[in-house]
């Protein structure tokens, strides 16, 4: 009795989950009601909370099995549908089935992709994500709309580029490139204070023109993957790029291989 009264959920991090799902939601609505200015800041202020959620969960020791599966229904939502209705209602709409397959198809990616990264938790490689991480591919559709915006463009007079942007980022979710996931930079070792006027510099850089610099980074991220996939693999097969092999696409570690080689050895 005394355990079923201390069940219950972690308030803390399911709420900043709740505030990311929040933004995703209202990223929505806003691109309905042609608010599409405010639509891709609110994706990019999913991102933030998206990012501060885990790692208040880690810091406070209150991560559990249901913040992680709220966190992933969330990110689907807010990286999912959001960015490919958004980008559909600036810029799709005039396309026809075009429009709506280009949208579905960032959806199916997100959607697939964010199941994938739940069943790979704890044998990837930490290093590296296996295909462009759905905040990522939000980013890079949503700073596009946010762009656009921001110099007067008009959506649907450049339907073909949103289509392909969007189209794109979900194909980008599902493949085997390799993105750097930054996991293992020491975020409380101590830097030289160069390094603190450095990110001060990029949040002036930032700061003058958010929706251009923004777009122009996760653009970059976004072709980050194949390049470096091409980069160190000698001979690029299809299985690098797409489909299930596992050895190269989950990344592994050398000991790993070895480890999951004797396993296969004693069988």
Not at 167 to 180: C, E, Q, R, W
Not at 258 to 263: A, L, Y
Request: charged content about 20%.
């Amino acid at each position: 009795m005394s355990e079923q009264k201390r069940k219950g959920i972690y308030l803390l991090p399911n709420l900043l989950t709740t505030a990311g799902l929040f933004s995703g939601f209202f990223a929505v609505v806003s691109s309905m009601n042609g608010r599409f200015e405010a639509a891709a800041v609110a994706i990019f202020v999913a991102m933030i909370f998206d990012g501060l959620d885990g790692r208040v969960a880690r810091m406070t020791n209150t991560q559990s099995d249901f913040g992680a599966e709220f966190d992933s229904m969330a990110d689907m939502v807010s990286f999912g549908v959001a960015p490919a209705l958004v980008a559909y209602n600036w810029g799709l709409t005039e396309l026809g089935k075009l429009g709506w397959l280009a949208a579905f198809i960032y959806v199916a990616g997100a959607a697939l992709r964010l199941a994938r990264f739940n069943t790979q938790v704890g044998i990837a490689d930490k290093r590296f994500f296996q295909g462009l991480a759905s905040p990522a591919a939000a980013a890079v559709v949503s700073g596009l709309v946010w762009v656009g915006v921001e110099y007067d463009a008009v959506g649907t007079d450049y339907g073909f580029i949103v289509a392909a942007v969007t189209g794109l980022a979900g194909l980008l979710m599902v493949s085997n490139f390799k993105y750097n996931s930054f996991k293992e930079v020491n975020w409380h070792g101590k830097v030289p204070f160069v390094g603190l006027l450095l990110v001060l510099l990029i949040f002036v850089v930032v700061a003058t023109e958010p929706a251009l610099v923004l777009f122009l980074v996760f653009a970059l991220y976004a072709l980050a993957g194949p390049i470096n996939t091409f980069r160190t693999v000698d001979k690029v097969t299809l299985d690098d790029v797409v489909g299930d092999h596992e050895e190269d696409a989950d990344f592994n570690t050398d000991k790993k291989k070895q480890s999951e080689g004797e396993d296969v050895s004693k069988q």
